[in-house]
């Protein structure tokens, strides 16, 4: 993780402002950083001390379950809010997020900005406006798991995953998230395989078909 500092964290604000987010100017102790793939933005078992809002990249959401099974629940994009429910509310959800790419967001100290945002009725606007979307996208993801094959919604995850062009996730992962068995999983990655629209290369699966697969999920977002 990267911490910008100086002529750099300038430069990059002043091409990826945040003034609209905020009533307040918020720059004197916001910092930027840089997330490489895999790094966690937040440890799973530790509240977080920052509100972070995503201007570049994606991640991942994981929750350990009391059995110990690890899940993936959900995927966090651009403008979109780390830890928004942790500045609501003073309990902490004990999720852990992890990059998928190269992720830079902004992130604010909780314990110097939670009253000033909590009072921002510009902020509150957007961040309603984020939770009702978000809360949307959710239902959503379970109607699907009834309303669309599996060659939709793998083509979906593929995409959502992927990182320059590469796809690497855990087969049980996948599985899990998608709520198919291992066998349904492996017969439709075959499938995109001898179709052309991936590429396996030992354990990763190189992208060779974007409209192929972007196609299939469009359907998603059509429904």
Excluded at 96 to 104: D, E, S
Excluded at 139 to 168: C, H, M, W
Excluded at 197 to 204: I, N
């Amino acid at each position: 993780m990267e911490i910008y500092q100086g002529k750099k964290k300038q430069l990059y604000l002043e091409k990826n402002s945040i003034a609209h987010l905020f009533s307040f100017p918020v720059e004197e102790f916001m910092e930027v950083r840089e997330y490489q793939r895999d790094d966690w933005i937040i440890q799973e078992g530790m509240r977080p001390a920052f509100l972070f809002y995503v201007l570049e990249g994606k991640a991942k959401i994981y929750i350990t379950h009391q059995n110990g099974k690890v899940s993936l629940i959900n995927f966090i994009n651009e403008n979109e809010y780390i830890g928004e429910m942790e500045l609501l509310h003073d309990v902490y959800y004990t999720k852990g997020i992890q990059a998928l790419t190269k992720t830079v967001c902004i992130a604010l100290p909780m314990h110097y900005y939670r009253t000033k945002l909590l009072e921002d009725t510009k902020f509150l606007r957007e961040l309603t406006r984020f939770l009702s979307v978000k809360a949307t996208l959710m239902a959503a993801k379970y109607s699907q798991l009834l309303a669309f094959p599996l060659e939709n919604r793998l083509a979906d995850f593929i995409l959502q995953t992927a990182d320059e062009g590469v796809y690497k996730e855990k087969h049980v992962v996948a599985c899990d998230y998608l709520g198919i068995s291992y066998r349904h999983f492996m017969h439709v990655l075959t499938q995109f395989c001898n179709k052309g629209y991936l590429q396996k290369e030992g354990r990763t699966y190189l992208i060779k078909q974007f409209n192929s697969l972007d196609a299939l999920a469009e359907m998603l977002k059509n429904k």
